[in-house]
T-cell receptor, first 109, second 116 residues
Framework: GEDVEQSLFLSVREGDSSVINCTYT??????LYWYKQEPGAGLQLLTYIFSNMDMKQDQRLTVLLNKKDKHLSLRIADTQTGDSAIYFC?????????FGQGTELSVKP | DAGVTQSPTHLIKTRGQHVTLRCSPI?????VSWYQQVLGQGPQFIFQYYEKEERGRGNFPDRFSARQFPNYSSELNVNALLLGDSALYLC???????????????FGEGSRLTVL
């Protein structure tokens, strides 16, 4: 079946690196995504990676993709209190996104 | 440039009523999708429209319907509302024409529906 799994909570100290992990199911997914959702808000596209890539870096964000294990991770360097939010990974199957349940990142000063 | 815009932002309905939610995609984007996000969960796919045609439908009852207009804006309609329809309804747009394929898929801020 289609299931994207994430751990539910992550707590880090300001200035540390955060690593949010995700496993997905469909090896034919062309793109994999990370979205950020702040309380009461919509989904903000943080980054996405094409399935033929292993890594993508964008400023403080690094995405690693392990296709063999169907594992995706998002590393946030120098985590700030403004990074506190829920982070969703998603895979695209045909025309639709399949989301995980979200990881709530709490950044403590 | 404006992002994906949705209206209304918040609304309250009672059971059995009908609701229409609206979405305007990013200028130039031809594909619009709708998602339902129940509190504490990830979004669930409802519909995708491309060039005014339905291209996909999620596991939702026939009470849910949608359409896309010539200007690529879209409406989501829900009939005979149930308490369980209370959720944040998100619209996403993507360029995705025959020439340009991109992974960029942008969401609006959503319409928060409360059914009493």
């Amino acid at each position: 079946g289609e299931d994207v799994e994430q751990s539910l909570f992550l707590s880090v100290r300001e200035g540390d690196s955060s690593v949010i992990n995700c496993t997905y199911t469909d090896s034919s997914s062309t793109y994999l995504y990370w979205y950020k959702q702040e309380p009461g808000a919509g989904l903000q596209l943080l980054t996405y990676i094409f399935s033929n890539m292993d890594m993508k870096q964008d400023q403080r964000l690094t995405v690693l993709l392990n296709k063999k294990d169907k594992h995706l991770s998002l590393r946030i360097a120098d985590t700030q209190t403004g990074d506190s939010a829920i982070y969703f990974c998603a895979e695209i199957i045909a025309f639709r996104l399949i989301f995980g349940q979200g990881t709530e990142l709490s950044v403590k000063p | 440039d404006a992002g994906v815009t949705q209206s209304p932002t918040h609304l309250i309905k009672t059971r059995g009523q009908h609701v229409t939610l609206r979405c305007s995609p990013i200028s130039g984007h031809k594909s619009v999708s709708w998602y339902q996000q129940v509190l504490g969960q990830g979004p669930q796919f409802i519909f995708q429209y491309y060039e005014k045609e339905e291209r996909g439908r999620g596991n939702f009852p026939d009470r849910f319907s949608a359409r896309q207009f010539p200007n690529y804006s879209s409406e989501l309609n829900v009939n005979a509302l149930l308490l369980g329809d209370s959720a944040l309804y998100l619209c996403a747009s993507r360029l995705n024409d025959r020439v340009i394929r991109t992974g960029e898929l942008f969401f609006g801020e959503g319409s928060r529906l409360t059914v009493l």
